[in-house]
């Protein structure tokens, strides 16, 4: 079946423009998260959505960063006013619920000029 | 000391190689511990997922859980080219957002 899909798979923007990443998750999945991965930091987790419940933000880095998942579904990752630390890869991840194996899509490579 | 330490190579073998892959970990509350494969500009693919400590085998790979020396591995046997690729290690502390710890990742390269 299908499986996480993102987009756009790449982005280019200028320094303090706001940009908004999807993710369609597996369709059931009802865990979704979003994580981050850049070169010498690896992987980091920024935030997880379980159903229609309050997200838990505890990875997000800064107020610029924002989430939301609308129907338990589609989920949107919003980057304002972007700086350059912002460039990496933004990975989003779906699970059949919380602890159960996660699965990436290939994520958005966004670049800050 | 990081949550998660992986040695992150490069490791180059030769095709049929057998290859080991580490991880070591700091938190003993850690429970359920994954490797992922990652090919350059794609996303990380699930490979194993195990929960208890001894050894879990799918096909030519084999994931080996030791949480008395908070020490995980990935064995591949019959190395291919195709196996060439970024592995990591990711583990899950089973708290209450489920969020997945990486190590860095060790890059492979499998030579024909």
């Known amino acids: 079946g299908a499986g996480v899909s993102q987009s756009p798979s790449n982005k280019v923007t200028e320094k303090g423009k706001d940009v908004e990443l999807r993710c369609d998750p597996i369709s059931g999945h009802t865990a979704l998260y979003w994580y981050r991965q850049s070169l010498g930091q690896g992987l980091e987790f920024l935030i997880y959505?379980?159903?229609?419940?309050?997200?838990?933000k505890s990875g997000l880095p800064s107020d610029r960063f924002s989430a939301e998942r609308t129907g338990g579904s589609v989920s949107t990752l919003t980057i304002q006013r972007t700086q350059q630390e912002d460039s990496a890869v933004y990975l989003c991840a779906s699970a059949l619920g919380g602890g159960q194996p996660q699965h990436f899509g290939d994520g958005t490579r966004l670049s800050i000029l | 000391q990081k949550e998660v330490e992986q040695d992150p190579g490069p490791l180059s073998v030769p095709e049929g190689a057998i290859v080991s892959l580490n991880c070591t970990y700091s938190?003993?509350?850690?429970?359920?511990f994954m490797w992922y494969r990652q090919y350059s500009r794609k996303g990380p693919e699930l490979l194993m997922y195990t929960y208890s400590s001894g050894n879990k085998e799918d096909g030519r790979f084999t994931a080996q859980v030791d949480k008395s020396s908070k020490y995980i591995s990935l064995f591949i046997r019959d190395s291919q080219p195709s196996d060439s690729a970024t592995y990591l290690c990711a583990i899950d502390s089973g708290g209450s957002n489920y969020k997945l710890t990486f190590g860095k990742g060790t890059l492979l390269t499998v030579n024909p």
């Open positions: 959505f379980q159903g229609n419940s309050a997200p838990d």
């Open positions: 938190n003993s509350a850690f429970q359920y």
